[in-house]
């Protein structure tokens, strides 16, 4: 097989299929909520999700909810379309995003100018549908709020 022929079939693949183990994390997504699992015996909040805890083996573990809320880690802006339904999104930013609770999500960057992500910058989770994967979680500029000023 050529490489352009892999690259063809790379990009009319079909979108992620959840598996067993991370289906509640796409299905809470769709419904705007951000849950990892935690297990049940160390605490250790994971992702991807898994059938082990990857730090004590345990098999126990609970879905815990986040408040979306991280730092930029890393970037890159993807010019080319890795799945068909994004062809007419190129170019656009991708983000390894550090959340507070200690679990880093590879995601798509919303609301930010063209090549106006930087490491270190603060995010907040939205939810959006992103071509033929559905509801997915991403992430854009945190919304700066100001404190509450007492009237007199």
Known sequence: MSAETARAEVSTQ???LPTEDDTRFWQSAAEGHLLFQKCDQCS?????????????????????EVDGVGTLWSNVTYRRAYAASLKEQVPY????????????????????????????????????????????????????????????
């Open 44 to 64: 250790y909040i994971r992702w991807p999700a898994a059938g082990v805890c990857p730090e004590c083996l345990s098999r126990a573990s609970t879905w815990l």
């Open 93 to 152: 930013p991708v983000g390894l995003v550090e959340l507070d609770c200690g679990v880093r999500l590879l995601t798509r960057l919303v609301d930010l100018p063209h090549e106006g992500a930087e490491v270190g910058m603060a995010l907040t989770v939205d939810y959006r549908e992103v071509g033929d994967h559905g509801v997915v979680p991403v992430f854009g500029p945190a919304k700066t709020v100001l404190p509450a000023v007492p009237l007199v």
């Open 14 to 16: 079909t979108p992620y």
